[in-house]
């Protein structure tokens, strides 16, 4: 039987939470090293808090948005590395730089790592993109929200929390918050691009290791399940 292909996007601040980074970067990187023996999977990291300090001093120094992108694929690539260094030997040695190098090293036991390509979106849009290429099962969404909701719950004490969505009803969510200038939680271009692949999304929180694992599996997760079928 081939192994399920999953694609999971790391939330930059779930991977460096800015406390004891490599502890658990550490208990990351031992639940990955199973799953790899069960699933093929490629990670991709996001940038966090350090690419905001990047993106957001050199907008004080008069970047362009293009160049404020730049710099925060190159700390995405940074936080990939971090993790890629705890994965030791089964990661893959190189980071790709695009999705089609990305799908093109992904083997069965052997993780990719890796960070942003390209400005003009985020690392979740680079999940999808990843996903597409390698025909992925399913992308998994590491976030620091342990749910999809009907609106931001920090701030919408009636916001209801999402067990099953279909994609369609994700994309009018991230639209809806796109619209209003806020980070969504997932990347509008990523929930295109896996509409039009028929590439199901679970959004679980990152911190949660024993339901991002239920995510990799395909297993009934606390999060949310997006159906792309
Ligand atoms: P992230 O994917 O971490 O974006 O990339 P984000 O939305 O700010 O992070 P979360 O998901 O809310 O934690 C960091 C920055 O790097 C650039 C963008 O500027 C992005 O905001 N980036 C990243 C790109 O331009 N292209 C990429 O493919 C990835």
Redesign the pocket.
Known sequence: MSRDRVVV?I????LIPDHEDSVFIKELAQMITELNKEVQLVV?????KI??YY?NTSAELGAS??E?????????RL?AKLLALALGDISSTEIPLNAADAANMSVPGKVVVM????????????ASMVAKEMEADRVVNA??VDAVYTSDPKKDPNAKRLGKISIKELGELVYKDHGAGK?SVF?PLGVQIAENNNIDILVVDGRDLADLRNAILGKDIKGTFVNSH
């Open positions: 996007s939330g930059g601040s779930i991709i990291c996001g940038g966090g690419a905001r993106t948005v293009f404020q992108d730049l710099l925060g694929i190159g700390t995405t936080n960070g942003g390509t390209e400005p003009g979106h985020t690392t979740d849009a680079v976030t620091s980070s990347d």
